[in-house]
């Protein structure tokens, strides 16, 4: 079965430079969210999307911004960087359309900031 | 707000002991309960779900029970296996309804088995 998608599945930045995430949901699901994971840390909320809108904001910072595409893919931006963005940056999926609350994760991108 | 609260970790078993993680939560409602795991270098899997009290969720020999009365949800496993080593997140989905659509997750608690 198809599964989330994510590019890149590592990158290394420098601060004050920008980043941009990629997520491609399973097909069908209309529903993307964004979570950051700090080492050793729980997954935090940032921000998610219903239908190419923002249907929930969490603890994403001002420096950070996302949208939610046409196709349902979703891209997060991310400038400015600073060393402390460094974390494992999970995109997941759900249907809203078929009620179905379970969020599908993708593997990740894993960000480094030097 | 929401939250949620597990044992803390990490906790270290020998093969084929019994496994007990404990969760508990806060939340208004009645919000759905998930179980995730996370094995080393990758992403979140949904281990097991229940949605309403008194349901089981089960997986793979896990077991979890929607306990309203005592807002738990603990993790249970009758003979872990070494394979069965990871970080383990217990999280909260407090419904579309609500207009809160993220998950809150648990701490994760860190599982650790000894051949």
């Known amino acids: 079965a198809a599964g989330v998608i994510q590019s890149p599945r590592h990158l290394i930045k420098e601060k004050r430079e920008t980043a941009t995430l990629k997520c491609y949901p399973i097909?069908?699901?209309?529903?993307v969210y964004w979570y950051q994971q700090g080492p050793g840390q729980d997954p935090q909320f940032l921000i998610s999307f219903y239908e190419k809108m923002q249907s929930d904001k969490g603890s994403i910072p001002d420096r950070f911004s996302a949208q939610q595409f046409s196709d349902y893919h979703s891209e997060l931006n991310m400038s400015s960087l600073e060393l402390g963005d460094s974390a494992l940056y999970f995109c997941?999926?759900?249907?809203?359309?078929?009620?179905?609350?379970?969020?599908?994760f993708g593997p990740g991108t894993r960000l480094t900031v030097t | 707000g929401d939250s949620v609260t597990q044992m803390e970790g990490p906790v270290t078993l020998s093969e084929e002991a019994f496994l007990t993680i404990n969760c508990t939560y806060t939340?208004?409602?009645?919000?759905?309960l998930f179980w995730y795991v996370q094995y080393p270098g990758e992403g979140l899997q949904l281990l097991l779900k229940a949605t309403k009290a008194d349901d089981k969720g089960s997986n793979k020999g896990f077991e979890a029970t929607y306990r309203k009365e005592t807002t738990s949800f603990h993790l249970e496993k009758g003979s872990v296996q070494v394979s069965d080593s990871a970080v383990y997140f217990c999280a909260l989905h407090r419904g579309w309804d609500t207009g809160r659509r993220a998950l809150t997750f648990g701490s994760g608690t860190r599982l650790q088995v000894q051949p």
């Open positions: 939340a208004t409602g009645y919000p759905s």
């Open positions: 997941a999926s759900s249907s809203y359309r078929d009620k179905d609350y379970e969020q599908y």
């Open positions: 097909p069908r699901h209309d529903t």
